[in-house]
C-alpha cells in the first residue's frame, strides 16, 4: 500500500559521516501525516528504534546515537533522512525506514520508538558498515 525504499548506505571508517535517504511512494498530502522513524538491526541482535520523526517536526532520538544523527524529512519530495556523523563501528547495521498514519493519540510519536507494532510499513533496509 505505501512503498518505503531506502538508500545511502555504505562502508566507512570510524568517525565519518553518510547520509541515509528513504523515499515513500504515497501523496504528499498523506505523507505530511505520517510519523516516520529510523530503525537499524545488528547481526545477533534485536531491532532497536534509532530515530523518528512527527507529523508536526518533533523528533525523538535513541540516547546512542543523540548528537550524532539528525533526522529530517522533505514533505515536497516525500524523502526522509537520517544523517550520521561521528560514525562508530557500534553502528554497523541494517538500517530500516518506517512509517505509520499520525495525529493519533493511540499512537503518541514520543514512544514510537519503543513501539515497533505501531509501524506498519516499511523499506527493505539499507547496510551501514562502519570499520576501526
Known amino acids: 500500500q505505501v512503498q518505503l525504499v531506502e538508500s545511502g548506505g555504505a562502508s566507512v571508517q570510524a568517525g565519518g559521516s553518510l547520509r541515509l535517504s528513504c523515499a515513500a511512494a504515497?501523496?504528499?498530502?498523506?505523507?505530511?501525516?505520517?510519523?516516520m522513524g529510523w530503525f537499524r538491526q545488528a547481526p545477533g541482535k534485536e531491532r532497536e528504534g534509532v530515530a523518528c520523526i512527527d507529523s508536526d517536526g518533533s523528533t525523538f532520538y535513541a540516547d546512542s546515537v543523540k548528537g550524532r544523527f539528525t533526522i529530517s524529512k522533505d514533505n515536497d519530495k516525500n524523502t526522509l533522512y537520517l544523517q550520521m556523523n561521528s560514525l562508530k563501528p557500534e553502528d554497523t547495521a541494517l538500517y530500516y525506514c518506517?512509517?505509520?498514519?499520525?495525529?493519533?493519540?493511540?499512537?503518541?510519536?514520543?514512544?514510537?520508538?519503543?513501539?515497533?507494532?505501531?509501524?506498519?510499513?516499511w523499506g527493505q533496509g539499507t547496510q551501514v558498515t562502519v570499520s576501526s
Open positions: 504515497v501523496s504528499r498530502y498523506i505523507y505530511s501525516t505520517y510519523v
Open positions: 518506517a512509517a505509520y498514519r499520525g495525529s493519533d493519540l493511540r499512537f503518541p510519536a514520543i514512544r514510537a520508538l519503543r513501539f515497533m507494532s505501531y509501524f506498519p510499513y
